[in-house]
């Protein structure tokens, strides 16, 4: 079936099933499952779609962004960063008397400012930035969250890599990937405390997501973000 709501139409099937809850489901075409408990009314089910709207159509987005994978960044106008969660215009200036190239966030926008313009000159200049920002955001986070905690990371670093997110050794050493920066603060703090909790239980067991989720109840919600989100987390 197809409803419209707020000027916009999905494709929406519904499956009915033995089960207790509600649950929505997305294809990469935008298509919409709904799966209801036996004898849901139609009506709830319309009910909950138009509750969900927003997030049925950022998802839906997100998802075929996923599909079609990171567009090739220029750095003309119309380009866009991903800071703390958010979209910010990228600004480009060329100051010949600086010593180095250098990004900052200011106005509600992304200034970078180098010596030569060329892309991989403010692709570096980026990188810089998003380095420096999440080491502040990181070392931030763990001194929030080390109450938590009777042992404290003996060094924090930040990498650029690209299978992990965070990694935590058997020496209680923290690495964390630059591109956190381009993370909703809570997402950061998520990623920071599941890294910190490998000082206790260095494996993924029943007493490590126990110890995650006292802290953070929602982190599930947290890890969906960074599924949804990672394809788009580039300079």
């Not at 009915?16 to 139609?42: F, W």
């Not at 138009?50 to 567009?71: A, F, N």
């Not at 970078?112 to 930035?129: N, T």
């Amino acid at each position: 079936m197809l409803h419209t709501y707020l000027g916009q139409t999905i494709n929406v099937e519904i499956k009915y099933k033995n089960r207790t809850s509600m649950g929505i489901y997305l294809d990469v075409y935008g298509n919409v499952e709904v799966q209801v408990p036996k004898g849901t009314p139609e009506e709830r089910v319309l009910q909950l779609l138009e509750e969900k709207w927003e997030w049925i159509q950022q998802t839906s987005k997100d998802m075929l962004g996923r599909v079609s994978g990171p567009k090739v960044k220029t750095y003309g106008d119309g380009e866009v960063g991903l800071y703390l969660g958010n979209e910010y215009p990228i600004q480009v200036s060329q100051d010949v008397n600086i010593k180095q190239d250098y990004a900052v966030f200011e106005e509600e926008k992304i200034h970078v400012v180098v010596k030569h313009l060329g892309d991989e000159k403010i692709k570096q200049a980026l990188k810089r930035f998003y380095y420096q920002q999440c080491k502040t955001l990181v070392d931030r986070s763990v001194r929030a969250h080390q109450s938590h905690f009777k042992t404290k990371p003996r060094s924090i670093r930040i990498l650029d890599n690209q299978k992990n997110w965070g990694t935590c050794d058997a020496k209680q050493q923290l690495t964390f990937n630059w591109r956190l920066a381009m993370a909703p603060p809570e997402v950061i703090d998520y990623v920071v405390v599941h890294e910190m909790c490998h000082m206790v239980h260095l494996n993924h067991d029943r007493s490590f997501w126990r110890l995650v989720g006292k802290i953070h109840p929602d982190y599930e919600l947290r890890e969906t973000w960074l599924a949804l989100s990672n394809w788009k987390m580039t300079v």
